[in-house]
């Protein structure tokens, strides 16, 4: 290809080149796709000046056109893919190899060869002459594709990382899970276990029958979501903080086993859920609907569930665990065998014996203890049973004994069953004592004589 005809090619890209420029405008968006995702790029204009009017650069003691400009910045760069193209906020331009070898075009659209090495006689070659014509539309070409990408009067660029969906938390796949402690394995929850229907739900999540693959035991598979709020605690053997209820289930498990506390079979963290497989005694109903289907128990009857769910505390008590929420749904009754089983550990924590701030109590209004309104700190002992007092109530007399924290402050006992016997009066009134430091303990309430009457 001669001199001339190169010129003309180039001049012609030139001009095309300065009619793309006159497409940027204020406010252009332009997307970008790369491997790491979808790139956002805003392009700001540095003026208000209309597009039909035509720029002009000050260089110098004369105006130069648009044009013009274009020119004189082709001339001083080294490609025009540089000129194109410059480098991104924090981006480190990187010098081209061979400098030396690759023509550039100047302000009148003629190819300068670099200055040979003056000891070297020898004359370009016409094919070297085609493989630096080729290099320099290859360049061009490579402006040419994507010319809106940095060209801008401005050089403010912003890049906006892309957005990414967050995982579905329904069919997220699970992970290997953490079963430190109960029975190490690494193999999935679908490996090892059928989900059937749904028999509960609430702020704590979900509770679904299923089976255990290996030998069809029915067990009840709890699953609850992963939030901000999710208290972690740090027990004995364990290198890492556990969610608080696994925490506290896997201190129950602790020889001796009582039968009166709901026992953790295994579990699994996933990346946004936990899943907690328990023991599921079948057929069973919440302690608080057995209740409402049997409005004021018979003493025996209430006597038996009674001295489970204080056998169930107490068992807590001496794991170190401080349930907090003790009350009539969350305890299982086994329908035909009257067995009882505390559930539901999530709002429970660590044996303290400095008590616990009042301000944080999270346990069900009903079963608060009066100390909880009127002192700073409350214990755990004096609160259970206090919350024990209020479920014996319940169950003789088919309705708690108070609806709001004014009667709970002056805890005024009204029967509303007049056939009670002596005895289990007197264990409700105990338990229900307004001083805390004046309530039975544990151990004495399985000592009193209305809990005692069978067994004499």
């Not at 005809?5 to 252009?28: I, M, P, Q, Y």
């Not at 924590?349 to 909880?372: A, N």
Request: with cysteine; charged share 25%; aromatic share 8%.
């Amino acid at each position: 290809m001669s001199t001339p005809s190169l010129s003309r090619s180039v001049g012609n890209v030139e001009r095309w080149l300065c009619g793309l420029s006159s497409f940027s405008s204020r406010g252009t968006y332009i997307t970008e796709k790369s491997s790491r995702g979808t790139y956002i790029i805003e392009k700001r204009s540095s003026d208000n000046r209309s597009e039909s009017q035509h720029e002009q650069v000050s260089h110098g003691n004369r105006t130069l056109s648009r044009s013009d400009s274009l020119n004189r910045s082709l001339s001083r760069s080294n490609s025009f893919q540089e000129l194109m193209c410059p480098p991104l906020p924090g981006q480190v331009p990187v010098e081209p190899t061979g400098t030396s070898n690759v023509p550039t075009a100047t302000a009148q659209g003629a190819m300068e060869a670099s200055p040979v090495n003056k000891s070297s006689t020898e004359k370009p070659t016409k094919r070297k002459k085609l493989e630096r014509i080729c290099s320099l539309f290859r360049n061009v070409w490579t402006a040419i594709k994507s010319p809106f990408l940095c060209c801008s009067d401005s050089k403010a660029v912003d890049v906006v990382e892309p957005f990414v969906p967050p995982l579905d938390l329904d069919s997220e796949p699970d992970s290997d899970p953490d079963h430190s402690g109960v029975e190490p394995h690494h193999d999935s929850f679908e490996s090892l276990y059928n989900a059937g229907e749904m028999i509960g739900s609430g702020g704590f999540g979900r509770v679904f029958k299923g089976t255990r693959k290996f030998d069809g035991k029915k067990v009840a598979i709890k699953r609850m979501r992963k939030t901000c709020n999710d208290l972690y605690l740090a027990i004995p053997g364990r290198p890492e903080p556990l969610i608080t209820e696994v925490a506290l289930l896997l201190m129950m498990r602790q020889e001796p086993i009582s039968p009166y506390a709901i026992q953790l079979h295994d579990w699994f963290e996933h990346p946004r859920k936990f899943t907690l497989v328990m023991e599921y005694p079948e057929p069973c109903e919440s302690l608080l609907d057995f209740i409402i289907r049997n409005p004021q128990l018979d003493e025996t009857t209430a006597r038996v569930i009674m001295r489970q769910a204080v056998l169930a505390v107490q068992h807590c008590i001496e794991h170190d665990v401080f349930h907090n929420d003790i009350h009539a749904h969350n305890f299982l009754l086994k329908k035909d065998t009257l067995e009882l089983k505390l559930i539901d550990f999530g709002s429970g924590q660590l044996l303290s014996s400095d008590g616990y701030d009042s301000d944080i109590y999270i346990g069900l209004l009903d079963y608060c203890p009066p100390e909880v309104f009127t002192e700073p700190r409350f214990h755990a002992v004096p609160a259970n049973v206090w919350s024990l007092g209020v479920l014996l109530y319940e169950m003789v007399n088919a309705c708690p004994p108070f609806h709001n924290p004014t009667e709970i402050k002056e805890a005024k006992v009204t029967f509303q069953n007049a056939n009670l016997s002596n005895e289990c009066s007197d264990l409700i009134i105990q338990c229900l004592t307004l001083d805390p430091t004046k309530r039975p303990t544990l151990e004495q309430i399985l000592q009193h004589r209305w809990i005692r009457n069978d067994l004499l």
